[in-house]
Structure formats: C-alpha cells, structure tokens
C-alpha cells in the first residue's frame, strides 16, 4: 500500500493551494483520511481529517479556511487550502486507515510528504 501526495509549493500569503493524496496498492476498503503537517522541531499535528462517511474535522487554527474532502471510488483524499497565512508553512503528510488485502488488518499508512510555503 502505498499514499502518493502532489500539489504542495510555494504561495503567497491569502493564496490558495489544493492537495491531493492517492492511495495505490492491495487495498479492500479505507476507514478514516486526513492531512497532519509538521516543522522543523514540533511535533506533527492534525490538520483535518474525514471519515469514510464524509464526516469532517478540522483543527482550530484552520477551520473556515481550509476543506478535506474524499473520492471513495478513486481512494483519494483532498485537502482544499485558502486565505493561506506564513503560519501555515510546513511539509503536510497524509495519513490514511487502510484495510490490506495482503495482511487482513486495518493499519495506518503515511504519505511521503509535501512542502507548503506561504511567503508573507
């Protein structure tokens, strides 16, 4: 199994970028997907995350300004950022619950991860 992120980069502050994350690999179904992000020397956080039900949360700091959303049929996630702000630089990792074909057992799966920069 395998998460394929794309569409991180550089942006100016108030711009907008949006992220995807695909995941590949001997899947049978997928519980929860969601989007944490990390800098240099704290611990990574949650950014937002949806169930397989399109039920959505979002961590404080970014609510109202950002959207997850989920493709089921394409085993992909999305993660909508707007009115960007310099705070919100970091690499964003997707994550994602995932029941192997292979092993039989839900397990947590990470993305590669992808750099967001807001420039001020």
């Known amino acids: 199994v395998r998460l394929a992120e794309s569409g991180g980069g550089l942006v100016q502050s108030g711009g907008s970028l949006r992220l995807s994350c695909a995941a590949s690999?001997?899947?049978?179904?997928?519980?929860?997907m969601g989007w944490y992000r990390q800098v240099p020397g704290n611990e990574r956080e949650l950014v937002a995350r949806i169930t397989e039900g399109g039920d959505a949360t979002y961590a404080d700091s970014v609510k109202g300004r950002f959207t997850i959303s989920r493709d089921n049929a394409k085993n992909t996630v999305y993660l909508q950022l707007n009115s960007l702000k310099p705070e919100d630089t970091a690499v964003y990792y997707c994550h994602a619950v995932i029941f192997d074909r292979t092993s039989i057992a839900f397990a947590p799966y990470w993305g590669q991860g992808t750099q967001v920069t807001v420039s001020s």
């Open positions: 690999g001997s899947i049978y179904s997928i519980n929860a």
